[in-house]
């Protein structure tokens, strides 16, 4: 998208969440000067302060031991917010980015080894001030107090795998995620083609291909909703978003019984495409229960709630309880036909062939 202004749904203020002091000139610095020059009001918050990465053979080597590399660091991050236009920063740990009542506190980097895959893993000697060794919540809530006292409308920050798989980077996505849930704020990963990898399975396994397409959703959580997490997918590629029940009261849906189940959410879909409504295989499995009108079609020009019509074709009562997974969505691109009436087809192998023609047994079929 090139008009700039649009960018994240055109919200003014968009949290960026760095785990390391440099991170703004590696990944984000391109979308942070952007959004600065067009007058929006991108803010930054950095995780940490201390600097564990690996020193090269120079003028910084003598530093590493005396933590002097931190200071090198921060300097460099004050340098680079100028030259990015970038106003609004502040280290997590220090207001605004502090939780209520709790005295200032400086956060580490958490260090890394290179594990398989070229991906970071943990570091053997994390000490106790490291990001990753203090209590998760602290840092969540600390998290949670910046982006609340600073207004974000949206946030960014790394992928599920960190980028690279550096602790400080996953622990900064779900930390970042979670509060984006709690405030009801949509949340963007960073996506860099030059990233590593997810590692495979395997042929055809998770991580396997190409990247996946990523559109932009608008969705309004509803009353009703709102301590409900949105559509999420439960794995790195999964293809469907999972629906939740936001019902007040347990619903019992008896043997050939079907009722329409709200999720609570509405959603703006872009032209072009379709969300898909599908059922869960464990419930359809497990329980006989699936999706009425499976697939359930949710149009670009609808803006109601997105209800799940669930029956039970199995021969015991079910259970729907508040957040429960009930369907899938899947989001995809269509096609708008334009019709050209001819006076006949052309003529193909099967012609007018329909259900049953090619049979039920392989091979048995009595195309050419």
Do not use: C
Not at 133 to 149: I, M, T
Not at 221 to 248: E, K, M, N, V
Not at 289 to 304: K, L, S
């Amino acid at each position: 998208m090139s008009d700039v202004a649009k960018w994240f749904g055109g919200r003014s203020r968009v949290l960026f969440v760095h785990a390391h002091p440099d991170d703004e000139s590696i990944t984000t610095g391109g979308t942070l000067a952007a959004l600065s020059e067009v007058g929006r009001e991108p803010l930054l918050i950095t995780l940490t302060r201390g600097e564990r990465g690996e020193v090269v053979p120079g003028p910084l080597q003598g530093l590493v031991q005396a933590h002097g590399l931190a200071v090198v660091r921060q300097n460099e991050l004050k340098t680079a917010l100028g030259m990015l236009g970038l106003e609004r920063h502040a280290f997590l740990g220090v207001e605004p980015a502090r939780a209520e009542d709790l005295p200032p506190v400086i956060y580490e980097d958490s260090g890394m080894a290179w594990g398989a895959g070229g991906l970071a893993t943990a570091a053997v000697d994390v000490s106790a001030d490291a990001l990753t060794s203090v209590p998760a919540v602290e840092v969540l809530n600390d998290l949670l107090a910046g982006a609340y006292l600073s207004g974000a409308q949206a946030i960014v920050s790394y992928d599920d795998g960190g980028g690279y798989g550096h602790p400080d980077h996953v622990l900064a996505h779900r930390i970042s995620r979670a509060v984006a849930t709690a405030l009801g704020l949509p949340f963007w990963e960073i996506v860099s083609g030059e990233s590593a990898p997810i590692p495979s399975t395997g042929s055809g396994g998770e991580g396997a291909g190409s990247e996946v397409e990523s559109i932009e959703i608008e969705v309004v959580r509803l009353p009703h909703g709102r301590d409900l997490q949105l559509p999420d997918y439960a794995t790195a590629s999964a293809a469907g978003a999972d629906l939740l029940a936001a019902i007040d009261q347990d619903i019992e849906l008896g043997p050939l019984e079907r009722k329409i189940v709200p999720t609570g959410i509405s959603i703006a879909l872009p032209v072009g495409f379709e969300a898909q409504v599908r059922p869960r295989s464990g419930l359809a499995a497990k329980h006989g229960v699936t999706v009425a009108n499976a697939p359930g079609t949710i149009d670009a020009d609808y803006r109601g709630e997105v209800g799940v019509i669930l029956i039970n074709l199995g021969k015991e009562p079910f259970r729907i309880e508040r957040g429960m997974r009930i369907a899938q969505m899947v989001v995809a691109r269509h096609a708008r036909a334009v019709w050209r009436e001819v006076p006949a087809l052309d003529e193909t192998a099967r012609g007018a062939g329909g259900f049953g023609s090619t049979g039920v047994v392989a091979g048995s079929s009595k195309r050419a």
